[in-house]
């Protein structure tokens, strides 16, 4: 998979983002889209092949495997990337648009286009809110689909058509646990930056507000 339009995009909401926004870029950038791409991928790149039980019933490794991880850790983190950048587009969608109507009615119609203020202050909110969302979303998906933040090295199956309770032993279990943990640490710190990003922004209108109802009264 080419990872060069989620690269692109990342590079231009960095335009538009806060002091915060952009250590939030940073963070999806290198930790977690370079280390996906460089490292994290090559580790369960095989883990279907590798993963090995201790019958050769015919089936029975398939529906083992399938029962443990109905989903492949590393699509589900794809997944995760792809879905807590995209709703970077709404503010990149918004800017495009605030600077095309003004190329389109030939004026100044707003004192910077790439300002967060206004429709864009609301559209850059709701595009936080939605990451923060998803990133809630994937980690209780993750514990919930594999019962916790853990890689057993060995794990029994008593699904037909295994015979009996057979043992099933998956690769690189350590490996993978660390990578694991690194995901959940690097998740939660984006959710903490987004919400610090979202209180930062909220106070920020607020005292704004405050300050021209204050400067309207004194008039």
């Not at 790149?45 to 490794?61: A, M, R, S, T, V």
Request: charge should be positive.
């Amino acid at each position: 998979m080419s990872w060069g339009f989620l690269r692109d995009l990342l590079s231009g909401v960095n335009k538009y983002s806060t002091g915060i926004g952009r250590i939030w870029v940073a963070i999806v950038f290198v930790f977690r889209l370079l280390v996906y791409v460089v490292a994290a991928e090559n580790i369960w790149k095989y883990e279907h092949d590798e993963f090995e039980c201790n019958i050769k019933q015919p089936g029975c490794e398939n529906v083992c495997f399938d029962h443990f991880f109905p989903v492949s850790h590393i699509r589900l983190w794809a997944l995760q990337l792809i879905m807590v950048s995209t709703p970077s587009l709404l503010v990149v969608f918004h800017v495009a648009y605030r600077e095309n109507r003004e190329k389109h009615h030939n004026q100044k119609l707003y004192r910077n286009p790439r300002e967060i203020d206004g429709a864009l202050l609301c559209t850059y909110l709701i595009s936080l809110i939605l990451k923060t969302g998803f990133e809630i979303v994937f980690l209780v998906l993750f514990y919930k689909l594999y019962n916790g933040f853990k890689i057993p090295r060995l794990v029994k199956c008593d699904i037909r058509p295994c015979p009996s309770t057979v043992d099933c032993y998956i690769s690189k279990p350590t490996e993978k646990m660390i990578f694991l943990y690194f995901l959940v640490t690097t998740s939660c710190l984006c959710i903490l930056l987004n919400l610090s990003e979202l209180s930062y922004l909220i106070f920020k209108y607020s005292i704004k507000c405050y300050l021209k109802r204050y400067m309207k009264k004194q008039q």
